[in-house]
């Protein structure tokens, strides 16, 4: 249902170009609330990534080239989708019309359950690998990861300031998987900061839960 960024490079440049030129109109930019510095730095990585691709396409092109554009791909890949998780996933000023503009899913209105989650999903977060925090999401009432009418599980994540206590208003990313687990990675200038955690269940209509409570964890 998410999978909407094409995963074959031929295909990938293609659907993100699409996607920043709709983005980049004043009036999206406006109407829907964004942050124009937050569109520029990702208008930024997308030409940085079509330079590679246009290196990588070239005659004399070698293995460094395309060895380039695929990390690139890779890391672009993981910036598109946590803007779109941040802020036009949940912005209710988002049509149909935008998201096809955008090549994003438009959801079809099949409704399969009509119950909205009443619970939250614990965290387990796995601090064992140097800049990398991977967290486990667990249903102990169920045993299972779960429950039955849960179709996936929004993860919030963001720095804490120093002497702040840990509050929804600083989890300012957001991630979204129909798994029962994810892994958020960080730069090295990262490590050793205090990060906070927090999920809650979502339906396949758009139905949420609650949030459970917010985890800290300090970057590896």
């Known amino acids: 249902m998410y999978d909407y960024i094409p995963r074959a490079l031929a295909k990938l440049l293609t659907w993100l170009k699409n996607f ?15 942050d124009r510095t937050r569109v520029d730095k990702l208008k930024s990585e997308i030409d940085a990534y079509a330079e590679l691709c246009t290196l990588a396409d070239a005659a004399n092109a070698g293995s460094v080239d395309r060895l380039k554009r695929r990390e690139k791909a890779e890391k672009l890949t993981k910036s598109v989708r946590n803007f779109v998780n941040t802020f036009l996933r949940y912005n209710e000023a988002m ?4 998201r096809k503009q955008l090549g994003l899913t438009v959801p079809s209105g099949k409704r399969s359950s009509g119950i909205d989650p009443d619970e939250y999903p614990e965290i ?14 667990l249903n102990r009432e169920h045993r299972a990861a779960k429950p039955r009418h849960v179709h ?23 991630l979204f998987s129909t798994r029962t687990s994810m892994t958020i990675d ?12 927090c999920a809650r269940y979502e339906n396949n209509t758009g139905g949420k839960g609650p949030f459970g409570p917010i985890i800290t964890v300090y970057i590896p």
Do not use: M, W
């Open 20 to 34: 920043i030129t709709y983005l980049n109109q004043n009036e999206v930019i406006s109407r829907l609330s964004l």
């Open 95 to 98: 049509t149909d019309d935008d």
């Open 124 to 137: 387990e977060a796995n601090t064992n690998v140097l800049r990398r925090i991977v967290c486990r999401f």
């Open 152 to 174: 996936g599980i929004e993860l919030r994540f963001g720095f804490i300031p120093e002497g702040e206590e840990p509050s929804l208003a600083h989890l300012v990313n957001s």
């Open 186 to 197: 960080f730069a090295d200038g990262e490590r050793g900061k205090l990060i906070g955690l």
